[in-house]
């Protein structure tokens, strides 16, 4: 009888999930003229004017009547009418899967939070525990229906990413990889993945009767786990998954040729997240602790620290330091950061709770270790990975800061848009530092749709070009009237930043979409995208990302191209967090530099408007 009430209850919520589903709008295809038109604007402030026309002629012969834009139009709305979405696949797969570079890094984005107030391995053990236990919890909520539909501006966001959280994982292969979902509301798996001292072990985290295990049982079995693991191990596996994708690939054929490393590998893949409990590091000063936390979640700090405690292909990994340092490292393919926001926000007030679960008296089955057989194939194969990632982790410049001067609250009462306030000062300060503007990308999330993930909102735009020309022009006299005209062409710069990408009306997926549209017909890539004009237009020297957390979190990840930068950045009321990455192979991009800059177009911009007497 109970079987039978709970198959009533699941389809309920399944019913219930559809009907949300097919409330959410599907994502438009946007004109092809205005698509266009767009392009060719956001060129303007890129390419001298003989450049700019002998493009407009590309431009203009791919979109005229009849022609082969018009064509590829037409199929794209044709896939539009008969698929969940016409693009997020397509992105996923051209974006993410068949990129072969390093997921280290290049990919995963990390997340640094706020520091515990714990500095050894007990409370290390304490907190995970409390950690693990409140995932549990979102999870439930996830696969019960529980979890509340998210509203932006009224309108109802795609919810679908959620339950392709757990028990996902990315997969290598020679030219793409694949994801792979072993999540199911009943019967999915039942464990996560522990990792310390670069050894793997299986938790089972339910109970017999399906319930998860309370705070206390956990505590017990990452105390057993700490116990078969005070030794560090030679080989640090999970490095492998820090390679060159097609190297990593190879390497994954060969290694899932012995029966334990696949039982091993596979079980890691199934898990429902990985836990990461690192060792300490060594002490440094507190200025550059923050800069220091984010680049050992995100990479683990190299071969001789924590790295060998990661498995860049898993969907989510905590991170949980002996120091009180936490955070977390997340893989793109199947993750986005509003639907991580939301899982941290409920994590971060389930810590806040007491734990009020009396542990059972019911014996636990000892965590499992993982074995891994390694012939001289897979030696050579983590050598080459590990000089890799050290090389990889040596080239990144990585600097994290705290703008203290104000906050988005000051910003508001101005009457401006806090992220159109940043993204202008951003911009500002790489034109101070390079004398030029340069492709620059702020992501959009696009969950008002069914299915929808991201697009670009593009900067620089013409009004801000003109801005930040005319802001350290010394030819422009420091009186009332040139404050007044400043001010005027900031607002101007700033609502073009905002108005250019929201609401499925970018261009850069669009352009995507074509191009692909083109090549699953067979044809010849349209000459629009050979033009170096749209590689110039593509090449993100700037990449950015806002991070609206309730909390002082730092997100950081690495620069889309190799003389770039990747700015991302957390506006709390009357602070700002900031992370800055850079390459230091490219002697034109400096980290350092870059943030000092910034914070001085910061001050300002505030004096622009808040001029001191």
Not at 411 to 430: D, E, M, R
Request: hydrophobic letters at 35%; glycine letters at 6%.
């Amino acid at each position: 009888m109970l079987r039978k009430v709970t198959c009533i209850f699941n389809g309920l919520r399944a019913a219930l999930r559809q009907a949300h589903s097919s409330s959410v709008r599907p994502q438009p295809v946007p004109p092809l003229l205005q698509t266009l038109q767009r392009y060719l604007t956001a060129l303007e402030p890129l390419l001298p004017p003989e450049e700019l026309e002998h493009t407009r002629g590309i431009v203009q012969k791919f979109g005229c009547p009849g022609g082969l834009g018009e064509n590829l139009q037409r199929e794209l709305i044709k896939r539009a009418e008969h698929s969940h979405n016409w693009i997020s696949d397509w992105w996923v797969q051209w974006a993410y899967l068949e990129c072969r570079q390093p997921l280290a890094v290049h990919s995963n984005p990390a997340i640094s939070l706020p520091k515990r107030d714990f500095t050894d391995w007990r409370g290390q053990l304490v907190f995970a525990s409390k950690l693990i236990a409140g995932l549990l919890d979102f999870k439930a909520q996830v696969d019960s229906g529980r979890l509340g539909v998210e509203y932006m501006r009224g309108q109802p966001l795609c919810m679908e990413l959620f339950p392709q959280l757990f028990s996902s994982c990315r997969i290598p292969g020679p030219k793409h990889d694949h994801v792979i979902h072993y999540g199911r509301p009943r019967r999915g798996p039942a464990h996560i993945t522990v990792v310390r001292n670069y050894q793997f072990f299986q938790l089972d985290v339910y109970n017999s009767d399906g319930t998860p295990l309370t705070e206390s049982q956990i505590h017990a079995q990452l105390l057993r786990i700490r116990s078969q693991s005070w030794k560090t191990d030679k080989q640090p596996m999970g490095i492998l998954t820090s390679e060159h994708r097609h190297t990593w690939g190879q390497a994954y054929t060969r290694l899932l040729r012995d029966k334990i490393n696949k039982e091993s590998v596979r079980l890691i893949e199934k898990s429902i997240f990985t836990l990461c409990l690192d060792s300490p590091v060594m002490r440094i000063s507190d200025e550059k602790y923050s800069s220091r936390m984010a680049a050992q979640i995100l990479h683990g700090g190299g071969t001789f620290s924590n790295s060998g405690n990661r498995w860049f292909d898993k969907t989510l990994q905590f991170v949980v330091g002996e120091d009180g340092s936490w955070g977390l490292l997340y893989e793109h393919a199947t993750a986005e950061g509003p639907p991580i926001a939301t899982l941290l926000d409920h994590v971060l007030d389930y810590c806040k709770k007491p734990d009020r679960m009396r542990a059972p008296l019911i014996p636990l089955p000892m965590p499992k270790k993982l074995y891994f057989y390694i012939n001289s194939e897979i030696k050579w194969d983590l050598e080459m990975a590990k000089q890799n990632l050290d090389i990889l982790i040596n080239d990144l410049d990585i600097k994290c800061f705290n703008f203290q001067r104000f906050g988005k609250d000051l910003v508001k009462q101005l009457k401006l848009s806090p992220n159109s306030f940043i993204q202008v000062a951003i911009q500002l300060a790489y034109y101070r530092v390079h004398s030029e503007v340069c492709a620059a990308c702020d992501i959009a999330s696009l969950r008002m749709f069914r299915g929808g993930r991201t697009d670009y909102i593009r900067s620089p735009t013409n009004q801000m070009l003109s801005f930040i020309r005319a802001f350290d022009d010394d030819a422009v006299s420091v009186s009332n009237g040139s404050v007044w005209g400043r001010r005027h062409s900031y607002v101007t710069c700033s609502c073009a930043h905002i108005v250019v990408s929201l609401m499925g009306q970018g261009i850069d997926r669009h352009l995507l979409g074509l191009k692909l549209q083109a090549i699953e017909e067979g044809l010849s890539v349209p000459r629009i995208f050979m033009d170096t004009a749209y590689g110039l237009a593509t090449h993100w020297k700037l990449r950015t990302g806002q991070v609206p957390a309730n909390t002082d979190s730092v997100m950081c990840f690495g620069p889309l191209v190799p003389d770039g930068y990747a700015v991302c950045y957390n506006p709390q009321q009357d602070h700002v967090h900031f992370s800055i990455t850079a390459f230091n192979c490219c002697e034109e991009t400096n980290a350092e530099k870059l943030a000092l800059t910034l914070e001085r177009s910061l001050h300002d911009l505030q004096e622009l408007f808040q001029p001191t007497v």
